[in-house]
């Protein structure tokens, strides 16, 4: 099968000819359709995030079932999926307790002493996350996928693996927002808008949309924002705090710098919750005041929405078919294997949302 395959980081994406094996006890073979890049993604090609390579990126994918190992009992050859990387093994105390989505647990990973998923000739090849989705088949742990109704587009599908589930999921779980909030949102790309959207259905009365970019801050008032902060135009935060009289109840930072981390703290009025959702790069230290802890303000991390994919996804694609959330709009680009790179090139200057690789 032909993946695009990351052999030194820094680096550039190469479509190479990559041998998949067969399914194993509890994997399953995935066709894919369809695969989002993601911010996270550039991490590791800039080499900001290590992973051993060679390996194949990608994290946010949909496709259909085309084998099954031994032991697979939730899926079957024929059914419609969307991957994510919070695989789970459903046994341990982080599962058990109701956070699959922080299981850590190595039964979902094959042993090292294990042939590999991926390679080429002798050579492994590691997917990323368990998933590696920029490749035309998946070979996958069952505990990475969601079955999903087969009238669901799958290229919208694939944008639910991450940037849906991570922003809507950090509005509904990671800061269970309730109605009547008010809420402001830093980063209106993949991520940010759907927090954007997240925090409209959620019931939230003022949704604050905080970017440099006009075109990202009119796709935000699209998805449901109330107001718009042009961060370029002066401080952010004293414009945050003007419109709502001194803060807003939750805010969250969907970039991943040390400055909108302060920022986003700063924005939360007195008892407010700002939530951590971008990546910052390995080593960054964030600086609070230690004053503002008196004053109640919480600051919270956030990993992939604190997901429960299996039961957030089919909620998430329910809300799609109302027609109460946007995902046709999220795709700003159909792309193919070969125009990775250029799209990683648009992403970094920062003017996408999503770019999606269709197989
Ligand atoms: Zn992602
Ligand atoms: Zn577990």
């Known amino acids: 099968m032909k993946a695009a395959v990351l052999r030194e980081a820094p680096g550039e994406l190469a479509v190479e000819d990559v041998t998949v094996a067969a399914p194993e006890p509890r994997e399953v073979l995935v066709a894919n359709a369809a695969a989002g890049l993601c911010h996270s993604d ?15 990126l990608g994290h946010e994918s949909a496709g259909v079932v085309t084998a099954v190992g031994k032991d697979v009992t939730y899926v079957a050859p024929g059914d419609h999926v969307i991957t994510c990387v919070s695989v789970f093994c459903g046994e341990c105390e982080r599962c058990l307790t109701g956070h699959p989505s922080l299981c850590s ?6 042993p090292p002493e294990a042939p590999p998923r991926l390679a080429q000739g002798e050579e492994p090849i590691s997917q ?3 998933l590696g989705s920029f490749a035309e088949e998946l070979l996958v742990h069952e505990r990475a996928v969601v079955k999903i109704p087969a009238d669901i587009p799958l290229d919208r599908a694939a944008l639910v693996g991450c940037a849906v589930i991570t922003g809507v999921g950090a509005v509904f779980n990671t800061a269970e927002v309730p109605a009547g909030s008010t809420v402001a949102v830093v980063g209106c790309g993949g991520i940010g808008l759907n927090c954007v959207q997240g925090a409209k ?13 006009a075109s990202k801050l009119e796709l935000a008032a699209s998805f449901g924002a109330t107001d718009l902060v042009d961060a370029g135009a002066g401080d952010p935060v004293a414009q945050v705090r003007e419109l709502t009289g001194g803060g807003v ?3 969250f930072e969907a970039i991943g710098t040390k400055a909108t981390v302060e920022a986003v703290y700063a924005m939360a009025r007195p008892g407010g919750t700002a939530v951590v959702i971008g990546m910052l790069p390995l080593g960054t230290k964030v ?13 919270l991390g956030c990993l992939m929405g604190s997901n429960r994919f299996r039961v957030d996804m089919p909620r998430i694609l329910e809300l799609y078919r109302q027609g109460r959330l946007k995902l046709d709009e999220l795709v700003s680009a159909r792309i193919t294997l070969d125009g990775l790179n ?13 770019s999606v690789v269709v197989f």
């Open 42 to 56: 550039l991490h590791f090609i800039d080499g900001i995030y290590p992973w051993p390579l060679p390996a194949v």
């Open 105 to 110: 647990d190595p039964s979902v990973r094959r």
């Open 128 to 130: 990323f996350s368990e």
């Open 201 to 213: 259905i959620a019931g939230a009365l003022r949704v604050i949309a905080v970017d440099t970019v």
């Open 249 to 251: 109840d939750y805010s």
């Open 287 to 299: 600086e609070i005041d230690g004053v503002d802890f008196l004053a109640e303000r919480r600051l």
């Open 342 to 354: 250029a799209a990683a090139t648009e992403l970094r200057t920062g003017t996408v949302a999503r």
